[in-house]
């Protein structure tokens, strides 16, 4: 299958090509910074953007949202949402 927009830079706007199951934690940072995160099961996240200094709590996520947030820790404390994928 040809892939018409291989030669096409990537960029933080441009549709995610993989996608990686997040599992929340209160220390370790996510391996890769995504483009956004797909949330399956509704709930509320807290999470940590790449040039914020403190995590914040997103609250009232409904199922089957995509966050456009560049986040780089995802905490288990306070996340109640699941099904979480990270999209690059």
């Known amino acids: 299958?040809?892939?018409q927009f291989l030669?096409?830079?990537d960029q933080p706007s441009a549709p995610a090509t993989r996608c990686?199951?997040?599992t929340p934690h209160d220390s370790n940072a996510l391996t890769d910074i995504p483009k956004a995160l797909y949330v399956g099961t509704g709930g509320s996240i807290t999470m940590r953007g790449t040039g914020d200094g403190g995590d914040r709590i997103w609250a009232g996520i409904a199922s089957g949202s995509v966050?456009?947030?560049r986040a780089?820790?995802?905490r288990a404390t306070g996340t109640t949402a699941s099904?979480?994928?990270a999209l690059y």
Do not use: E, K, R, T
């Open 1 to 3: 299958m040809a892939d």
């Open 7 to 9: 030669s096409f830079a």
């Open 20 to 22: 990686v199951a997040v």
């Open 67 to 69: 966050i456009p947030f």
């Open 72 to 74: 780089s820790h995802i």
């Open 83 to 85: 099904n979480i994928l």
